[in-house]
């Protein structure tokens, strides 16, 4: 009987260093995170999406960008191209693909919102949010944007957390030559308001 004792004891003991082995390995994730799709690999603006350029990987909740893509929602991506260059590791999410040869008809293109030009932003500005823009104390309107990239100081896209410093915007050259003309002939300085996601 004493004997049994030990060897319940020991097995007990072994399956409670298995599974906080298991929980320091796989578990804390499973449970903490979600599956979300990722770029495998640089993708350039216009390449049609196959499986291995992408990947699965588990984020925290609060750091999914609106519309990321799940490993089950794989199929939206697959055999459509990219409206953008995708940088490797970024969230996948429908607004990042067309129907091949939509793309060249489309008025909307990326475009760059530097660092220098904003006054004020949401340190929370994630791809995929919507924003509009104003003069430094918003009494001029500028438009209304989706975001399509987000990056730091060493052009590194920011997910997580990061200091933003720049960022790239969705929309039609005419209206971005009217930000840039506001830039360069008033010498003004943007109000960055975000407007969450659609």
Known sequence: MKRMKQIVGILLILAAVAALVYWETDGRSRITTVKILVANENIAKGAIITAPMLSVVGAMPETVVEGALTPAEAGRAYGKAAVQDIAKNQQISG????????????????????????????????QGDSISIYNRDGSRHLGNFKVVFVQDVAD??????????????????????????????????LLIVQRGSE
């Open 156 to 189: 590194n896209e920011i997910t997580e957390w990061g200091i933003v410093d720049h960022l790239e915007i969705l929309t039609e050259v005419s209206e971005y030559r009217k930000i840039v003309r506001f830039i360069d002939e008033e010498q003004g300085k």
């Open 95 to 126: 607004s990042l693909f067309c129907e091949p040869g939509e793309q060249e008809i489309s008025k909307l293109s990326p475009f760059l919102i530097k660092g220098e030009w904003i006054d004020s932003r949401s340190s929370s500005l994630r």
